[in-house]
């Protein structure tokens, strides 16, 4: 086990000063229900949420508090915190209970709150300056595409059902098929004058993300903006 979180170490290039912080980091409450991830996953969003909206403020110095408001959302989210735990091949170093290996132990939501834990114990451990350094360096081609920020289909199509007919579009969960570590999600939304259209996801969110992106596209509603 030892020789496990040494190889993570590496790969993170962070020696922990106590490695009971990197252990809980990536302990699932289905392996040990009083000594997981859980607490520093709940420090770990602050820090990230900190750390970019720092490095937001730096880069757009003049930019409107709404637009950084939404650059942020697009970078702290889970999808994000998924890709970086895929990157780092989270998946090999955490541990869950019996019941969740070979299902939902690469599963998105595990890796995303176990990426958010982690950061949680190098700031712990190391402190800010070194976690800073860490967020950056694997945030950096999401801080990058920041530049060019398109507002998610979800936000528009709401945008332009509020403005169109002040109503909330309405969706509806179609589906939940295939196996609890790969699911299928099929979701429906329509709006006030409009057919239901249905879109499909790995989540019930990315679902409704395409649902609506397949919606605005019949409505011909220029997304870019």
Known sequence: M???YNNFQKILNIKFKNLDFLKMALTHKSYNPK??????????DRVLGLVISKKLLQLYPNQKEG?????????????????????????N???????????DKAHEKILA????????????DKGLDTVEKFILK????????????????????????????????????????????????????MLKNTKPIEGIGSSKKNAEQDAASKLLKKLNYELAR
């Open 35 to 44: 000594e997981n991830y859980e607490k520093l996953e709940f420090l770990g």
């Open 113 to 124: 709150d176990s990426i958010e834990a982690l950061i949680g114990a190098i700031f712990l």
């Open 93 to 103: 170093f955490i541990l869950v209970g019996n019941s969740k290996k070979n299902q």
């Open 2 to 4: 030892k020789s496990k």
């Open 67 to 91: 637009i950084l408001d939404k650059k942020l959302a697009s970078m702290v989210n889970k999808n994000i915190c998924y890709e970086v735990g895929k990157k780092l091949k989270l998946e």
């Open 138 to 189: 694997n945030w950096n081609e999401f801080i990058v595409n920041s530049k060019v920020l398109k507002i998610d289909s979800k936000t528009s199509l709401q945008e332009y059902s509020l403005k169109r007919y002040k109503l909330l579009p309405i969706y509806k969960l179609v589906s939940n098929t295939g196996p609890r570590h790969n699911p299928i999600f099929k979701v429906s939304v």
